[in-house]
């Protein structure tokens, strides 16, 4: 399956952990964000609706 | 005819992206999957590269949206300037970290690249060099947005700052094509000098070009969300401090 | 000629302080602004002085204003008079020498603004309005850390400036000694809370 | 204008930029090593460098002290127009800190064995390049304005903006002392300066109008 | 201690320094020419310069924030010996500046075309040399901190006290990179800042004294 | 226990401004400082808090005050309850939250101090002196910008802080409503000019 990365194979497979790698820790990150906002703003509006 | 710029409500604009952002995302990771294992997996070695010739798919899309992500800021600023409409200005504020990690990429598999290419990590060369100042202008613009306190004034500081620093940024490109001839390809799909392109490079690159962009468009989006979702945090907290 | 502030609500760091304030200034005229701590006067001065936009309503006359803030604005290496004449230039009207005789300045003109007290920091700041010229004087608490002779001196000043057909709007907490001038307890004008769901949800996102 | 005068006054640090200039050009032969040639063969690029720096330095002044004192506040409702405000407060700059430093970089220039043909090129890209220093430098002042002590977020936002000016001002040095032409150089430099007098000072007044609010 | 996790916070700018690192050492090719064999040479050196005016940048913020809103004067009435203030305060500044220089200088040393041997060497002699420049920033902070917007005096008083420091961390990168004997500028630069830590804070905190009276 | 000052002489750049000031403070008793701008309050003050050398005579207890100046020492990027809580780990003691209840700050307690108004800092600067735990107090102006409601809550404090054991030594222009404290006039204790020729010529030439 894997195919033959010769003499490069450090480099090329190098390459690509490092980029998915950033990719999957940006993506984390945004995701990460978007629930904690999320969730502290829910909570916000809760408090809101039950003291109106 | 539903204007563009009913999306400058937020609330339209949560509406429509709460359906809208699943989409985007999963098929920006099944068209990226696709471009990337086609790429790695079924793509012949280049005579003279080797294998190195894989690291095109992630080099050139990363670059690639590494400055269309600085565009697009720099149209959402001019929007947010003249009609003021604050999606807007979040979904640039959103779009910077996207744009740094994406020129991050671009550096570091470009210095990948140039160890067996070049021999060496970095080169004193034009498009690397001015890469690594379009990354300067987004720490930059970064920075700007994280020390200002007022959501409107970081808005719109940053905003001109974009404009601004756009010009300077395609002076410093112009300026470092001056400074050295460099090594790095030219602006055309050509591989090397004298050899055309294949089709067996070229349909996995325009694939994981367009899964790129792709990503790039699921997490703007997902990022706007969230500076939605704060903004009207912070809203709310001021507001209950009136009360 | 005149100031005339028609409805004008104003907001700070997107919170919003006071809506429906009114009054009109006609020469010769004074208002004093009253309202507890964090009510929202100086930045209903702020609007009034044009370097803030309200956040609905209208300011006539706005262009005609020498503002006085809580700083005064004071270059602590330049001396009494340089300080003095740097605004005199900028505003282009003014006698320096005469302002400094009339805050009672003279003695200390030679000295860099830095080794002034607080009070005669303050004095420093009064008597630049007189260099500016405009007859709007819009003034931020103009009378904190003054003694009792300071504060009587300033009201003569408003008094002349009134007389000589300015106008003038002091937001302050103490008395001032100025009982000809009209009051204003911004207390009646704090902004309501906007409903819940008001504006369609839109304008609330961001209130 | 009488503004220039007392900003003379007011800013003190004539000298200062100056011998920051002076310090770094003895610093680098210290970090670097004595070698003439090496040394000769950086010296446009570490006298510019040196000039970026020494600007930057002083870029804090512009505005952040009358922004503390409340001066600011009083001069945006003074009848001068802010745009002229920002033109003479980056022309105080250059005139305390840019010319100054073109006046003494030969004498640096001998510390680093720059070659002879270079100081009359030096002199030209240092009067004409500094000016668009201190410009873009009374940009990103307003912009950091409202920032306390941001001189290091200032420096983060205006050092790439210098870019163009140091690539072209080093290279009509260096190619001054090899003899080539200085043509085109020369024009972009002239270029930057002059597009940057005539736009920028709106730009940033904008953004101080922006920042009192 | 409190101080510290609040100077961190307050500071704000801890990718600042780094950033700013990281611009010099684009500069500096920019200005000097792409040539690797000529960066090679003078890469120790710039990186030394770099970090010492990425320190001296943001020395400022040490002592002059806290005497303009009066929190100094608080301070000086507080059971805590300024001195104790003065050496946190280094600390602080050493940990939000020297530290990530330290730690992203190979990176940089990259950019520069650094020979492979240096790396190690480059990363010791900063690891040893910084704190040195932020004890001696601090009393130099300590002695401006009257002056408003004193940044360009304080460069001026500080960077020649930052010479020996600059010299033996130069020296002991560059030797590495020859693969010489590093003994002798490894042991001076220890000594520097074991004898800048030791004396510096009473000497500051003297200045300060001073300074408020 | 106790603050004594004796026969105390300042100067201020130089220039001397009070001589033989002398009053002594025991336990629950407080002195208000009075005298025109310039006389030399804040010079006095600081004197006291130590952070100036008297030009002669002494002060017995120094070491014992909590300082406020006309500058609140507050950071402009922490919040309320952070500056507060800063200054309580520093003197290490005093309870925060009692603090901030006690001057009305609670409800700004997550706050940014740069958003406060004028006198909502002031009210910080005051609620600092809480967590100190020192028994002198030595204040600045400490009603400056304040409104009505809140000098009287500040007259509180003190009365608290008396009742408590605690000494006073305020300088100020208004009336704080605190009748029970005695009054200094500087204006008895003005430096004269030294007599030409008076210390042997030496002192003389410099001063
Ligand atoms: C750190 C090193 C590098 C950086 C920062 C870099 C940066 C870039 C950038 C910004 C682009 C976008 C296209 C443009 O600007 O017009 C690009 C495209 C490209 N790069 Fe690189 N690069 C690096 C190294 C390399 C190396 C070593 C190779 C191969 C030997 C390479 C091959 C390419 C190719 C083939 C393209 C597409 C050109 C086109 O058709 O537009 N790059 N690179
Ligand atoms: N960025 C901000 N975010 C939220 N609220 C803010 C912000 N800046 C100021 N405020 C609040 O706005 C209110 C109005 O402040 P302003 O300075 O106008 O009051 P003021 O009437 O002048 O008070 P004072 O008498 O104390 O000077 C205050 O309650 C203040 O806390
Ligand atoms: N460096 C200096 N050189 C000469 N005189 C100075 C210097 N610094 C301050 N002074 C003067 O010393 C006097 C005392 O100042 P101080 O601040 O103690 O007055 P104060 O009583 O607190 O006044 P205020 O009520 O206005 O605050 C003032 O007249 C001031 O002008
Ligand atoms: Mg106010
Ligand atoms: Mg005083």
């Known amino acids: 399956m894997m195919p033959d990365l010769g003499r490069y194979a450090l480099e090329v497979s190098l390459a690509y952990i490092a980029s998915l790698g950033l990719i999957g820790l940006l993506v984390l990150w945004v995701w990460l964000r978007g629930r904690a906002v999320r969730r502290a703003l829910d909570e916000l509006e809760n408090d809101r609706s039950d003291n109106a | 005819m539903v204007s563009i710029w009913q999306y400058a409500n937020p609330l339209r604009f949560m509406r429509t992206t709460d359906w809208l952002l699943p989409i985007v995302a999963w098929l920006a990771v099944a068209v990226t999957a696709v471009g990337l294992i086609w790429g790695f997996f079924f793509t012949p070695d280049d005579f003279r590269q080797g294998a190195t010739v894989k690291i095109i798919f992630l080099h050139v899309p990363s670059a690639l949206m590494a400055i269309n992500a600085w565009i697009m800021m720099l149209v959402a600023s001019l929007i947010w300037l003249i009609r003021r409409h604050h999606v807007s200005a979040l979904a640039a504020k959103a779009a910077a970290p996207v744009g740094v990690v994406m020129t991050l990429i671009g550096l570091i598999t470009g210095a990948v690249w140039g160890q067996p290419m070049w021999g060496t990590w970095w080169a004193g060369d034009p498009r690397l060099t001015s890469f690594l100042i379009l990354f300067l202008f987004y720490l930059g613009y970064i920075a700007l947005w994280a020390a200002i306190e007022d959501p409107d004034t970081a808005a719109d500081l940053t905003a001109v700052l974009c404009l601004v620093g756009s010009v300077f940024a395609l002076l410093s490109r112009y300026a470092a094509f001056f400074w050295s001839q460099g090594l790095h390809q030219g602006a055309s799909l050509s591989l090397a000098p004298g050899t055309r392109v294949d089709w067996a490079y070229k349909a996995p690159l325009y694939i994981s070009m367009t899964g790129f962009g792709l990503i790039f468009v699921a997490l703007v989006l997902a990022g706007t969300r969230t500076e939605i979702r704060a903004r009207r945090m912070k809203a709310l907290v001021a507001r209950e401090r009136m009360a | 000629m005149g100031l005339r502030v028609c409805d004008l609500a104003v907001a700070r760091g997107g919170v919003p302080l006071l809506e429906g304030v009114n009054f009109a200034l006609a020469p010769g005229q004074a208002l004093v602004l009253r309202g507890p701590n964090g009510c929202g006067k100086t930045t209903l001065l702020r609007v009034v002085a044009g370097l803030q936009p309200a956040l609905s309503g209208t300011v006539e006359g706005g262009e005609a204003v020498a503002y006085a803030a809580h700083a005064d604005g004071i270059k602590a290496t330049l001396s009494v008079a340089e300080n003095l004449s740097f605004w005199g230039a900028v505003y282009g009207a003014g006698d320096v020498k005469a302002a400094l005789e009339r805050m009672n300045l003279r003695a200390l003109s030679g000295r860099a603004a830095a080794t002034l007290s607080a009070g005669q920091k303050r004095r420093l700041g009064l008597a630049r309005l007189l260099v500016t010229g405009r007859p709007v004087w819009v003034l931020d608490e103009p009378t904190v850390s003054l003694d009792a002779a300071s504060v009587a001196l300033f009201a003569d000043l408003v008094r002349g400036h009134l007389a000589a057909g300015g106008m003038a709007l002091i937001a302050t907490h103490i008395d001032l000694g100025l009982p000809e001038a009209q009051e204003l307890d911004l207390r009646a004008h704090k902004a309501r809370l906007p409903e819940p769901g008001d504006a369609g949800g839109f304008d609330e996102a961001f209130l | ?213």
């Open chain 4, 1 to 213: 204008m009488r503004d220039l005068r007392l900003a003379l006054r007011a800013g003190g640090g004539f000298g200062l930029g100056l011998a920051f200039f002076l310090i770094l050009a003895v610093l680098v032969p210290l970090g670097v090593g004595p070698e003439p040639e090496v040394l000769a063969r950086i010296a446009p690029g570490v006298l510019w460098v040196g000039a970026l720096l020494a600007c930057l330095l002083s870029l804090d002044r512009i505005f952040a002290l009358d922004y503390e004192d409340g001066s600011l506040d009083l001069l945006a409702t003074a009848p001068l127009p802010l745009e002229a405000v920002v033109a003479i407060k980056a022309l105080a700059h250059w005139i305390t800190t840019g010319l100054p430093l073109v006046l003494v970089s030969p004498v640096l220039g001998l510390l680093l064995f720059l070659p002879g043909a270079a100081y009359g090129w030096l002199i030209v890209a240092l009067l004409l390049g500094t000016p668009a220093l201190s410009m873009i430098g009374a940009f990103g002042a307003a912009l950091t304005v409202g920032v306390k002590r941001g001189g290091l977020l200032l420096s983060l936002l205006v050092l790439p903006m210098y870019v163009p000016t140091l690539v072209f001002g080093a290279e009509l040095v260096s190619r001054g002392a090899q003899g080539l032409s200085v043509g085109t150089p020369l024009a972009l430099l002239a270029g930057i300066t002059a597009g940057a007098a005539a736009i920028l000072p709106f730009a940033a007044a904008l953004v101080l109008r922006i920042n009192l609010r």
